[in-house]
């Protein structure tokens, strides 16, 4: 396997240097909206002429190596300014937070006839909840649901909930510290932040910002910071775009000329370092081509156990599971290997979430890309979420749309590997709840139950989405043939020949052109 340890370590980049610390708690301020606090124009042209500085030092370093990505212009004060302002979000997570959760859903909705594709409103609370305990130091100080006629609503509560939710507020501040208000819907507008923080005196965070907050903790290498900071993007234009709308800038809330440039340049420098990263992986892709290793990408929605399973395949050690929302950001390599003792490369990728915009993952696109062009794709499910269908579906969405993305909208050309249905944890629900069709796999990748048969699916996709065969072949005994299919082809097993024991006979797999080259050296 040293071919292929060779190429996870070309996959993995370096940690870099800690990001400067902000403020160690919320501060709301009136009439502060997007544009965060008042930047001064000394500030920002001295930050410019730092940054050129920066620009020219990182050219002569950086160019020769080809292989590190300088991301120092990450760790902009003025940017975090902006970003603090727009998102309530901040770089230090080390003080505790105390979270009030509000989960809005439509009653006439809820009122509907469940079905298995439906998320209850309860599901979507504790999903909530599993956002604010990823977060270290932060608690809730109380979760409920909100029943609304609209989500849409300028104020989104009526004035009769909003008394009461009111009150609610003051009761909790008396009682704990209450330091934010989390309204569980995949992104406010403007407008209903803004008469929310007013009313509440309080700041106010969607699942765009909290998970953006969760990214940030978790994002370490320098691949994953330039992700996260380009998805914290189209959520501050966004707002911007929402502010201008509702005719607010002469009271001070819209995005100043310095702070657009200071988006804009943020923006180009991302682009830019994500399209190397782009580069940089289609060579390693081309690598691992070159060597001929099958390329098997493990998805799913976010804490469904995608790396504990990769861990039982290949059992790597050094492979830490954890049970978090977002705790894998980067595409990682993990060699393993098949029954028939072919060589495969398993690939760890981001996990998906429900009720998110698009924009947030398209940051994530360069690293996405491993995953749509495997040659087979593992789905891992969490069989015991009560809301495993939808969260089924979702995925399944989400690779359907990214595969027409990247196929420049072509519908002919977006198709997708072969999926194989994982469904994971089924150690935690009763066996007789669990029905599916006879090609997934039940499995618990906790206990190893069920991985052998997993295996043995695995393979058979792999031999027949990369052209390989099974084939017994028969070639003198310590001769160059046998040590040629040994470096060459995966060796299934080897057993003398009953008539000659000079002869060997090998059970191999091997691709047609392998096969081919070793008729061209050896049968001629």
């Known amino acids: 396997m040293s071919g292929i340890r060779v190429l996870v370590r070309l996959a993995r980049v370096s940690s870099l240097r800690p990001v400067a610390m902000m403020p160690s708690r919320f501060k709301y301020t009136q009439h502060q909206g ?75 909705a809820a009122k509907r006839q469940p079905s298995l594709t439906d998320v209850r409103p309860d599901d979507q609370l504790a999903e909530a909840s599993a956002l604010v305990h990823s977060l270290p130091n932060w608690q809730v100080a109380k979760a409920l649901k909100v029943p609304l006629e609209s989500l849409e609503k300028k104020t989104l509560f009526g004035s009769g909930k909003l008394a009461e939710l009111k009150a609610l507020v003051t009761e909790l501040r008396q009682e704990r510290h209450l330091t934010c208000l989390f309204v569980s819907k995949g992104t406010l507008s403007f407008a209903q932040k803004r008469f929310l923080e007013a009313e509440f005196r309080l700041p106010v965070m969607d699942r765009y910002s909290v998970v953006i907050q969760i990214l940030r903790l978790h994002a370490t290498s320098a691949e994953a910071r330039l992700q996260v900071a380009m998805a914290e993007l189209p959520y501050i234009w966004a707002q911007a775009k929402d502010a201008s709308v509702t005719q607010t800038r002469r009271q001070g809330y819209a995005l ?92 760890d990728t981001v996990g998906f979430m429900s009720d998110l915009p698009t924009g947030l993952f398209e940051g994530f696109v360069a690293t996405l890309e491993d995953a749509m062009l495997a040659d087979v794709i593992i789905h891992v499910q969490d069989l015991s979420h009560p809301c495993h269908v939808a969260q089924r579906n979702h995925v399944e969405a989400t690779l359907r749309s990214l595969a027409f993305n990247m196929s420049g909208g072509d519908s002919t050309t977006s198709q997708l590997p072969p999926i194989i249905n994982v469904y994971n944890k089924c150690d935690l629900i009763p066996i007789k709840s669990q029905t599916s069709s006879e090609t997934d796999h039940h499995i618990s990748a906790r206990t190893q139950m069920g991985l052998d048969s997993l295996l043995v699916d695995i393979e058979q996709q792999i031999l027949l989405a990369t052209g390989r065969k099974k084939l017994q072949m028969r070639v003198p005994n310590g001769g160059q043939e046998m040590a040629w299919l040994y470096k060459n082809a995966a060796v299934v097993e080897t057993m003398a020949d009953e008539k000659n024991p000079e002869w060997l006979m090998m059970q191999v797999v091997i691709t047609q052109r392998t096969l081919d080259q070793f008729k061209r050296q050896f049968c001629q």
């Open 256 to 347: 100043t000329d310095l702070q657009k440039e200071i988006l804009r340049t943020r923006e180009r420098k991302l682009r830019a370092e994500l399209d190397r990263v782009r580069r940089q992986r289609q060579l390693l892709r081309q690598k691992r081509k070159q060597q001929n290793y099958p390329i098997v990408a493990v998805v799913g929605y976010t804490n469904a156990g995608k790396t504990s399973l990769i861990k039982a395949l290949t059992v790597e050690d050094a492979l830490q599971p954890r049970n978090q929302l977002f705790a894998t950001l980067d595409v990682t390599a993990h060699a393993g290997c098949l029954p028939c003792n072919l060589e495969v490369i398993y690939m």
């Open 34 to 108: 997007v544009k965060g606090i008042r930047n001064r124009k000394s500030f920002f042209e001295a930050q410019m002429q730092a940054g050129q500085r920066d620009d020219d030092h990182e050219e002569e370093e950086t160019l020769p190596s080809g292989d590190l990505t300088d991301v120092r212009f990450l760790d902009d004060r003025a940017y975090d300014e902006v970003a603090g302002g727009a998102m309530r979000i901040t770089r230090d997570i080390a003080t505790s937070q105390q979270v009030l959760i509000l989960q809005p859903y439509v009653k006439w």
